[in-house]
């Protein structure tokens, strides 16, 4: 029974140590395995390989081959759900990050008149979220007017022209 739980304290510690050096083996053997061999899917499969022997061996009486072989199946199957859940994950995607092409083509309020020859502040709505951009124009346009944004020069700069209404 000793053995069963030094290797599953083992997986444990190595499950541990997956959190500090994620990746390490994911690339031994050229990616041969993809995946199998990541450091949290070896550490799945060693702790319940562990672990699982001493529940054997506790729960039913069974000797060291009957709890190798419970404990090592509940290993692969603990490995194969670690892997599953990795690689859904991995293809979590989330919504793409606004650029200044977005900008391109949305209205805004100036919060700082615009100078012919400076800059003034343009608020801009950008991904639902109220942004200030420092705004240039051809010609000056007013406090509280509102601008067409007619191309993003910068991440923070923008060059526009008053709508007509």
Do not use: C, H, K, N
């Not at 072989?69 to 994950?89: E, I, K, P, Q």
């Not at 991440?155 to 007509?164: E, I």
């Amino acid at each position: 029974m000793a053995w069963f739980l030094g290797l599953g304290i083992t997986g444990v510690v190595l499950l541990a140590l997956s959190l500090v050096f994620d990746g390490l083996l994911d690339g031994a053997l050229g990616g041969a395995l993809d995946g199998w061999l990541s450091l949290p899917v070896v550490a799945g499969f060693l702790a319940m390989t562990g672990f699982g022997g001493v529940i054997a061996q506790a729960a039913t009486g069974v000797g060291p081959m009957g709890a190798t072989a419970a404990g090592a199946l509940t290993g692969v199957g603990t490995a194969w759900l670690t892997y599953r859940f990795s690689r859904a994950l991995m293809r979590d995607q989330t919504t793409v990050t606004p650029t200044g092409a977005d900008l391109i083509g949305t209205s805004g309020s100036v919060v700082t008149a615009i100078p012919a020859d400076g800059f003034g502040e343009l608020l801009l709505q950008l991904a639902g979220q109220p942004v200030r951009f420092a705004a240039r124009s051809a010609g000056p346009v007013a406090r509280g007017a509102e601008a067409w944004v007619e191309a993003a020069p910068s991440a923070t700069s923008v060059l526009v022209r008053p709508v007509d209404r």
